[in-house]
């Protein structure tokens, strides 16, 4: 899976592009957003168009990351899942626990001042 | 698996050999003239029972391994995933849907599994390890 990270303000949207899986973008993603994390940010939007799929490890770290945002005091939400994607976030009732955004600029305001 | 199975991979358990078992099954399911999106949930059903059998049931024990087999029959494609673990208890397992369980990081793979196949059995024989069976049945 490859990574890019870009700034607006005080939330940093991360760009996902790839699978996350057992093994490799499960552990990029955690340690992506543990990065994040120590270096002060608070407010993530994670951009999930380019993940073509996850298997229940990815779904997993998507929830410890979620877990981590809640303990540090900080919002972690998602952009633009596929299809393929939200199905599992629905399946999987975690739609109703991740805010998520089909549009960027919404999804950034969302965030606040 | 009744008669002899049409496709067989044997692997360590390591789970860097997960992407090659779904790869196989993307295939089968290919084979076996399953619709993309219902090839797409079979191959990720496979890919959540083989992770079991590598992480929970060989608990990642190179000398262990895990076998994927596929047969195609009776207009149905079966896989079963096999182990050499101690086993799992798939009865056990909470619901990952439920409220109190949604934040838990683990415990969605046998949902996956139960989901995208038509049915999920399974067997633990001790001292053998633990088969995993998923029947996806094919339309006329």
Redesign the interface.
Known sequence: MKVTQRSYGDVTVVDLKGKITIGRGDVILRETVQQLFDEGHRQILLNLAGVSYMDSAGIGELVACHKRAVEKTGRLKLLNPSGKVYDLLQLTKLDEVFETFTDEKTALVSFGG | MSGKPQVQVVVGSR??Y??ALHAVAEEMAKLAGLPEDEG?HFA?AI??AA?NAV?HGNGQDPDKQVTLSFALSGGSLLAVVCDQGEGFNFKGAAD??LPEN????????L??MR?FVDEVTYQHLPGQGTEVRLVKRLAN
């Open positions: 789970v860097e997960v992407d797409f990720l890919r959540e992770t992480t990952p849907r949604r934040f838990k990081t683990s415990g969605r793979g949902l996956l989901s």
